[in-house]
């Protein structure tokens, strides 16, 4: 049974190591269609092409299946560090690490917060450290938003906006 085993991953290898190959040489189409590749080898790689662009990343932060890993490699991207949208996504990915999460969460703007805490399939720990963040904020935020936050926040926003 053993030998059955590497002879799978010896197959699996054989056939990884041209796509790994196109997604380090790749150019800016084909960067797209290789975002999509289901092999987390590939998406690493992918990481080091030169042709790489915030879209390119963009397009991978929609993914629900990423590693862990790898979108802590993404949040180290010097184009991840400049780009409030990369940022953004970031925070939408329910894959985020926690630690990564509670970084991005003070440069969100207060609806992408209240965003955060309606994304389906979101863990109970992102929602709730974005409804502390924006509990926060309460103070120095003018009355419309407040007003806005009332009418579409969450049971915890509306009891921080009561006191």
Not at 41 to 54: D, H, I, K, P, W
């Amino acid at each position: 049974m053993e030998g059955m085993d590497e002879l799978v991953k010896s197959a699996n290898a054989e056939e990884l190591y041209p796509r790994i190959e196109k997604a380090l040489k790749a150019d800016t189409d084909h960067l797209k269609i290789i975002l999509q590749d289901p092999a987390p080898e590939v998406l690493f790689t992918a990481l080091r092409n030169t042709n790489l662009s915030e879209d390119h990343l963009m397009i991978l932060l929609k993914r629900r299946d990423l590693p862990e890993k790898l979108l802590e490699t993404v949040e180290r991207l010097p184009q991840a560090a400049g780009s409030h949208r990369l940022q953004v996504a970031l925070a939408q990915n329910v894959q985020t690490p926690a630690t990564i999460l509670l970084k991005i969460l003070p440069n969100l703007h207060l609806f992408e917060l209240d965003q955060l805490t309606r994304i389906p399939g979101g863990t109970p720990d992102q929602k709730a450290a974005a409804e502390r963040e924006i509990t926060r904020r309460l103070p120095m935020t003018p009355l419309g938003n407040k007003i806005t936050l009332a009418r579409r926040g969450t049971p915890t926003v509306l009891k921080g906006l009561l006191l």
